[in-house]
């Protein structure tokens, strides 16, 4: 003869049931809104915040056909918690830079995608050969004034730059 043991009582189960259960939803949510990820996420947006927003999208070319060194436009403006698209295309002859390491570090970076490769993480400069395209999915974070430039010796000098601006917005820190 088998014994089966003794069903307990819901209520005692619960306690074993809960735990679990809310310590999974603590962790859940400190992940969710950046409180054990990055320090500059975790004070401003959840990224389920950041992924339903629209996505803004601002054009740079880096140089033109006539090979000036130039981005065309020089100056970005950006809000703080709003997403972008940030689509760049080299329409000139020779490879060009876009170099803005402070901006990259002071905005969150979903992806950047360029020919059949999708790059995640810390992006720092863009090189982009004749002809090539790349997008640049961001959020600004931090209000401030950065520099923009190609790296490429003697571009700089002769005037690649540029002034990238984000601005306090509704959301940010």
Not at 59 to 83: M, T
């Amino acid at each position: 003869m088998t014994v089966l043991p003794i069903l307990r009582s819901p209520l005692k189960l619960f306690p074993r049931l809960l735990l679990p259960t809310l310590l999974s939803l603590v962790l859940t949510l400190a992940l969710g809104l950046g409180g054990l990820g990055s320090p500059v996420l975790a004070e401003t947006l959840p990224p389920a915040t950041l992924a339903a927003q629209s996505v803004t999208e601002i054009k740079v070319s880096l140089g033109n056909q006539a090979n000036e060194l130039k981005f065309f436009p020089s100056r970005l403006d950006f809000v703080a918690g709003k997403q972008y698209k940030l689509v760049l295309d080299n329409p000139s002859p020779q490879k060009h830079y876009f170099t803005a390491k402070d901006f990259a570090d002071a905005s969150w970076t979903s992806k950047v995608e360029a020919g059949n490769v999708e790059i995640k993480g810390a992006i720092h400069e863009l090189e982009l050969k004749p002809t090539a395209e790349a997008e640049w999915i961001l959020t600004p974070l931090k209000p401030g004034t950065y520099q923009l430039r190609c790296t490429i010796p003697g571009h700089t000098e002769a005037g690649m730059t540029g002034t990238i601006t984000i601005s306090a917005g509704a959301q940010s820190v």
